[in-house]
């Protein structure tokens, strides 16, 4: 059984929990668990089973999928109201994780085990629709992203997600290959060509966009 406390988090960041009759809602989270797992550990990966279904209060889990050169390329990102798409097609298809879900910061969580997932989703009209909504945004993005790799070069695609993120960014090289699935050397090359043409200015873990205007246009080439 959940403390009240955890619940009430719970329920504000899933707010559709709160649509369950009280008696129902606490019979079925009674079976949950509350997990507390340290930035950088692997929480599901390829070929395993899947434990649950996780709702997240704080931190936030990236699904990546890795090659066996071990070069890798995110998938997307879980944050606190939402849920791993990859979980859900793995307990609604009997099969097991098809990518790596790593915790980008100290993550905690509340899973549900498989069978109260199964009556939330066959009984509860408000938990399908989020579901299956999260499905459609998710393979929104996916789409978005087979789309980038296969058609735009990595240089627009290395704009477009600096321009998508605040500036001061605070992060390495080596971070935005890992989300591109490229290779560090590959980023930083294309980095100090940016940094040439005067569209950001790179320091140590640090990249400032100087020209956002140039660089969004480059990115939307």
Known sequence: MLDNDTQSRLLQQYPMLRELPAAERDSLLASANVMRVPAGTVVFDENQPCQGFPLLLSGSIRVIKAAPNGRELQLYRVVPGES???????????????????????????????????????????????????????????????????????????????????????????????????????????????????????????????????LKKFAEL
Not at 124 to 142: I, K, M, Q
Not at 156 to 180: F, V, Y
Request: net charge neutral.
């Open 84 to 214: 791993c798409i990859l979980t859900s097609s793995c307990l609604l298809g009997h099969t097991r994780y098809q990518a790596r879900g790593v915790s980008e910061e100290n993550l905690e969580m509340v899973l549900l085990p498989a069978p109260s997932f199964n009556t939330l989703l066959g009984k509860h009209e408000a938990f399908r629709n989020y579901v299956f909504l999260l499905f459609s945004d998710r393979l929104t993005d996916l789409m978005q992203l087979v789309s980038a790799v296969a058609f735009q070069k990595l240089d627009q695609r290395l704009a477009k997600l600096i321009i998508n993120k605040p500036s001061p960014m605070h992060t390495t090289h080596q971070a935005l290959a890992d989300e591109l699935g490229s290779a560090r050397e590959i980023v930083s090359r294309l980095l100090k060509g940016f940094s040439e043409q005067g569209w950001v200015k790179l320091g140590r873990e640090l990249i400032e966009i100087t020209d956002a205007a140039s």
